[in-house]
């Protein structure tokens, strides 16, 4: 007799937290910078590019 009246119990909880909304988040706590890179690169040249991570202001 328990186990019939939780698995229901279990099915409507889980069924009652689910949403349609997808929550993303599009501001972040933090900018991308690049770091100085050399002019010289030609197209098809492998070159190395440098990102920071900074706390936003």
Do not use: D, W
């Not at 689910?18 to 002019?39: A, D, G, I, T």
Request: charged letters at 20%; hydrophobic letters at 40%.
């Amino acid at each position: 007799m328990n186990r019939y009246f939780i698995l229901p119990l279990l099915l409507a909880m889980l069924l009652g937290a689910c949403s349609r909304e997808v929550n993303v988040q599009e501001v972040y706590p933090f900018e991308v910078e690049l770091m100085p890179y050399h002019q010289e690169a030609t197209k098809g040249q492998a070159v190395e590019v440098r990102c920071k991570l900074t706390p936003q202001k």
